[in-house]
């Protein structure tokens, strides 16, 4: 990495520099905001990021103090929100003169948000986060008030320029834009942005626009990721999950990935069969219906087909127990699991072999090695998940927290466990760790198929001991096949009731090298169900899975949690369901339903308390010392 003081060399650059450093350690922290398990939900998604979980309002508040009606506040917030709709909205209704006093009044209306959103940062990062093409003009009108007489006329030419050369309405979408950006200003997303819902690849598409975000990898990234390294069992579990959804369009338009290989298999071999028609599909036609039922089939037995390999080269997973097909009876009408012989329901297993259960049909193998192509292949994909992997990790720590997607895996005393390999045992933070090697690893060689690396990533998705699981079994076979509701359960790790026990989250903390009293351990994951709390442990745990994801709001009853964290202190956000774009831009309706403050902090935090703080200190070091020496040779 270069040393960001070399361009200092002088002592009038190293002294400037160190005025600059020193005052920017003064400045308030910039807020951060924590979402997660988006799980394919852009329009929600996008909502939350564009009104900054609600903290565009509150500034929108603040900054017109008793100025504005209910709404006008939020007629302004809107327009930060979605300055293209609501311009378009302004064009149809305004005309003329009228139109032309309602951008004077917008014009200077931005320009005070923007300079008071701006305060708690310098002029060099405000200015990177303006549209380049507006930077001197904006800068112009931030940095000269209209109410010094001197520069009135300059300051009014400049807006009624913009007016008049056109260029207004553009002007207003950046400045907009760079006010969501200043509003929050670090965006930590907590695992699982793809599955279940139609536009994971929109929602990273808003990621890769903003600039700065982290993800901690969940479960069902993990597929995906798996899917650009070229693991057959994550592409055969995500098309699964594509089908089961009805989110095959994803696949096909979106990532440009073909499944004709795949729906003329499931043509040839497969009938209508309830266990596998597609969720959330009620506007499809039938003939449709029918084709994702049976394609749903086909890729459902290719995985658990694919399952048996690798469970058996891998006896260090210890997943025996999810062989499934091995026990079918032979007529396939009922089998042995769980210490029960239980009947088979909706059974599809005609490409099984009863003497070989585990064995792909040629055209199988087939299908699958074209998929294989097609992921390694997909331009777009990839560059999806170059993002994910350089902006993503198994765990951040980030600000004295600890940000995880699911678990640290633990047994029942709170002792870590995990995977031994080789020989060597890794556990708690190791554990992450190795994990996290191998799929960088596996990554960067997606020719290698059946290596450890990759069935790492499919252990990351479904192990017994997956930090990103975090439950004994995926009963996925069970859930299709097996009508009994004993053999659907799936046992979570014992870390989901520890974390409930300050002491055990404090154990955490300590084990990832962070401090117990100033940290907190924040997960995504697990829904939080309806009258239970997110915040545990005396609010050292907080769990921010309150659900984008549509499919599982009638377990949340909300539509999801998002975390702040600014210099007063944290405040977990509670977010009603978002019904779609339309409703919320024809009633102008936020879905905020309330902010509870999780800790207040008894002095207004600074730069100098965070990860940055500490990296600027270290610079103000080495330039005190530069400087010395300089003097000390004067
Ligand atoms: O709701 P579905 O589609 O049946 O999925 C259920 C499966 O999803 C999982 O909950 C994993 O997904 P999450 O990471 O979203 O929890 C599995 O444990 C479970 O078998
Ligand atoms: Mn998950």
């Given at each position: 990495m270069t040393d960001p003081t070399a361009p200092y060399q002088t002592i009038p650059e190293i002294t400037t520099e160190l005025i600059n450093l020193t005052a920017i350690m003064h400045l308030p922290k910039p807020t951060e905001a924590f979402m997660s398990d988006?799980?394919?939900?852009y329009n929600a998604f996008q909502h939350v990021l564009r009104n900054g979980s609600g903290n565009v309002l509150a500034k929108i508040r603040e900054c017109f103090h008793g100025e504005m009606t209910e709404t006008t506040l939020k007629e302004v917030a809107f327009l930060v929100y979605y300055p293209k709709e609501r311009l378009q909205a302004r064009h149809k209704q305004l005309h003329g003169d009228e139109l032309n006093q309602w951008y004077l009044t917008t014009v200077q209306r931005l320009v005070r948000l923007l300079a008071y959103t701006a305060t708690k940062y310098t002029r060099s990062k405000v200015r990177k986060a303006m549209a380049p093409a507006f930077v001197y003009i904006t800068e112009e009108l931030l940095y000269n008030s209209a109410d010094d007489a001197d520069k009135l006329d300059y300051y009014w030419a400049i807006i009624n320029n913009l007016i008049a050369l056109g260029q207004v309405d553009d002007w207003i979408i950046a400045t907009a834009t760079t006010i969501q950006h200043l509003t929050v200003d670090h965006i930590h997303i907590v695992g699982d942005i793809y599955d279940r819902g139609p536009a994971p690849d929109q929602v990273m598409e808003a990621l890769i626009k903003r600039q700065h975000v982290d993800i901690q990898w969940g479960n069902h990234d993990i597929l995906w990721l798996g899917g650009a390294a070229g693991s057959p069992l994550c592409i055969a579990n995500l098309v699964r999950i594509c089908a089961r959804y009805n989110n095959l369009g994803i696949l096909e338009d979106r990532y440009g990935i073909n499944l004709r290989h795949l729906a003329r298999l499931a043509e040839h071999y497969y009938q209508d069969n309830p266990a596998f028609r597609p969720k959330g599909a009620d506007a499809i036609s039938a003939d449709e219906r029918l084709e994702i039922t049976k394609i749903h089939q086909a890729i459902a037995i290719i995985q658990f087909k694919l399952e048996g390999p690798v469970i058996k080269r891998r006896p260090e997973f210890e997943m025996q127990h999810r062989l499934m097909l091995d026990k079918l009876s032979n007529d396939r009408s009922s089998i042995f699991c769980h210490g029960h012989r239980y009947p088979i329901e909706n059974g599809c297993f005609q490409t099984v072999d009863a003497s070989d259960p585990y064995a792909l049909l040629p055209e199988e193998a087939q299908v699958i090695e074209q998929l294989v192509k097609a992921f390694t292949h997909s331009e777009k994909l990839h560059r999806h998940m170059d993002f994910l992997v350089a902006n993503?990790?198994?765990?951040l720590r980030y600000n004295h927290n600890l940000l995880i997607h699911g678990c640290v895996p633990v047994d029942a005393n709170g002792e870590f466990i995990g995977l031994t390999i080789n020989g060597t045992t890794y556990a708690g933070r190791q554990l992450f760790e190795m994990l996290e090697a191998n799929l960088r690893l596996a990554y960067v060689n997606p020719?290698?198929?059946?290596?450890l690396a990759t069935d790492l990533l499919w252990y990351l998705w479904t192990g017994p001991h997956s930090p990103l699981f975090g439950k004994h079994d995926m009963t996925t076979f069970e859930r299709y096949f097996i009508a009994a509701p004993e053999t659907h359960e799936e046992h979570p790790n014992a870390y989901y009731h520890l974390r409930h026990e300050e002491g055990f989250v404090r154990k955490l903390l300590t084990a990832f090298a962070l401090d117990p009293d100033l940290g907190h351990v924040i997960n995504g994951h697990t829904p939080v169900k309806k009258g239970k709390s997110p915040i545990m442990a005396n609010k050292k745990m907080l769990v921010i899975d309150g659900g984008f994801s549509r499919p599982y709001q009638k377990t949340t009853g909300i539509g999801g949690y998002t975390l702040l964290d600014n210099s007063y202190g944290m405040q977990l956000v509670t977010h009603q369901p978002f019904v779609s774009k339309q409703e919320a831009l024809a009633h102008l309706t936020d879905i905020i339903s309330t902010k509870r403050v999780v800790e207040t902090e008894a002095k207004r935090r600074t730069v100098a308390e965070t990860d940055i703080g500490v990296q600027l200190n270290a610079q103000i070091k080495t330039l005190k010392a530069r400087l010395a020496d300089l003097q000390g040779m004067v």
């Open positions: 988006i799980h394919g939900e993503g990790g198994m765990y020719k290698e198929q059946a290596d």
